[in-house]
T-cell receptor
Framework: SAVISQKPSRDICQRGTSLTIQCQVD?????MFWYRQQPGQSLTLIAT?????????ESGFVIDKFPISRPNLTFSTLTVSNMSPEDSSIYLC????????????FGPGTRLTVT | AQTVTQSQPEMSVQEAETVTLSCTYD???????LFWYKQPPSRQMILVIR??????QNATENRFSVNFQKAAKSFSLKISDSQLGDAAMYFC???????????????FGTGTRLTIIP
């Protein structure tokens, strides 16, 4: 399975600022995903990022708030813009292995606290 | 839209015993994939087991097995010989077999917190 790293692992940010989260995969993948996990909750998909095309956002998430880059097949970034305390969550990236019944493998997550 | 329901917010089991976690889902599709993920306190999401809907045989991975009832839209996880390291949140997830138009996403249940009693 793919090995995924995320930076930073955690951060404490002030409201109104922005944070960019990096996701690096050890192999080339087509599909990358960004999820949000609010405290004590399940995972909710923010957007799907394919290399070479614009990210596709889920209902309730917009590009101005969560801009995503996907410059190549092993890397993606998610920016959380103009943060508020409601953005305090764990943000996880994942990749899909289409050769193994579309299993998704997750990075270790970034724990964001907004004060 | 598909939905996934986990009706047991918390479960506990004695070490070395067997426990079953429940999951039901709702879909109009005939072909799809189901997964169980484990999230320990370290928050790393770990894939435990997967089931292809077109397969009648239940998936097994060492101490983990599933009971897949397609007609009932049920997908339970059985953990045998429970160990302290099994303590975690367990999430059931659904993925359509279709490609494109957002079908690649995983839809997660709300999770079951499993406690192992020594």
């Amino acid at each position: 399975s793919a090995v995924i790293s995320q930076k930073p692992s955690r951060d404490i940010c002030q409201r109104g600022t922005s944070l960019t989260i990096q996701c690096q995969v050890d192999s080339q993948v087509t599909m990358m995903f960004w999820y949000r996990q609010q405290p004590g909750q399940s995972l909710t998909l923010i957007a799907t990022a394919n290399q070479g095309s614009e990210a596709t956002y889920e209902s309730g998430f917009v590009i101005d708030k969560f801009p995503i880059s996907r410059p190549n097949l092993t890397f993606s970034t998610l920016t959380v813009s103009n943060m508020s305390p409601e953005d305090s969550s764990i943000y996880l990236c994942s990749v899909e292995d289409s050769t193994r019944s579309y299993e998704q493998y997750f990075g270790p997550g970034t724990r964001l606290t907004v004060t | 839209a598909q939905t996934v329901t986990q009706s047991q917010p918390e479960m506990s089991v004695q070490e070395a015993e067997t426990v079953t976690l429940s999951c039901t889902y709702d879909t109009s599709e005939s072909d799809y994939y189901l997964f169980w993920y484990k999230q320990p306190p370290s928050r790393q999401m770990i894939l435990v087991i997967r089931q292809e809907a077109y397969k009648q045989q239940n998936a097994t991975e060492n101490r983990f097995s599933v009971n897949f009832q397609k007609a009932a839209k049920s997908f339970s996880l059985k953990i045998s010989d429970s160990q302290l390291g099994d303590a975690a949140m367990y999430f059931c997830a659904y993925r359509s077999a279709l490609q494109g138009f957002g079908n690649e996403k995983l839809t997660f249940g709300t999770g079951t917190r499993l406690t192992i009693i020594p």
